[in-house]
């Protein structure tokens, strides 16, 4: 069966999120991961194989296959503090609130399964609800068949600044023969008329 359940994060899911992100990363790299269990302006989203009862796996470390966070944010320049490819403001279009995502990774093994459009729509939805006009992703957009350019182009982002990844192919551990690395600042601006 292939079910999937999104579900908010529990405090024991920090270290299989980490290892999960930094799976990604080159190696000797590392990413703390905060859940905002206690931060209404963020709000952290887990993907995890359904049990056979229609709940979540109780194997949490082996059944976690994705996350991806919100955070609410009023103006550009907070958005740009926390932004990690771009800390300009000025690349931002204005608008009255920010829903900057963060944390967007699946496993490799779920890649194809459509988590990351999953979790993706459930933060729209979120983030919608509560008066976000513009979300902002600032993303790693690579060689691999999961860069983010992909499930950003599929719901409606516009990439808006993409700045080249200067490293050797040895180092990157998406690329395959030259590095095409990008950091690029994507937006999706929600409609005012509710459709």
């Known amino acids: 069966m292939d079910e999937i359940a999104i579900r ?7 270290e299989p999120l980490e290892a999960l992100i930094t799976s990604h990363f080159s190696e000797g790299s590392s990413y703390g991961v905060d859940l905002g269990l206690d931060d209404p302006t963020y709000r952290v989203l887990v993907a995890v194989e ?10 949490r470390d082996d059944a976690i296959l994705g996350v991806m966070a919100l ?19 000025d690349l931002l279009p ?8 963060e944390m967007g990774y699946v496993s490799e093994a779920a890649t194809g399964r459509g988590i990351g459009s999953r979790l993706l729509e459930r933060l729209h939805a979120i983030g919608a609800e509560r008066g976000v006009d513009l979300f902002v992703a600032d993303s790693w957009y690579h060689g691999g068949d999961d860069s983010p350019e992909k499930l950003f182009d ?3 982002y516009e ?5 080249p990844i200067d490293r050797p192919a040895a180092e990157c551990p998406k690329c395959e023969g030259e590095c095409v690395c990008e950091g690029a600042l994507a ?9």
């Not at 359904?50 to 194997?59: I, L, V, Y």
């Not at 990439?159 to 700045?163: A, E, G, P, Q, S």
């Open 8 to 14: 908010d994060p529990r405090p024991g899911d920090a």
């Open 50 to 59: 359904a049990g056979s009862d229609g709940g979540a796996s109780t194997d």
């Open 71 to 89: 955070r609410e944010l009023s103006d550009a320049a907070a958005v740009a503090d926390e932004m990690y490819f771009f800390d300009d403001p």
């Open 94 to 101: 204005a608008a009255e609130l920010y829903g900057h995502l």
């Open 154 to 156: 599929g719901h409606d």
């Open 159 to 163: 990439t808006i600044h993409r700045d």
């Open 187 to 195: 937006v999706r601006r929600v409609e005012g008329d509710g459709a």
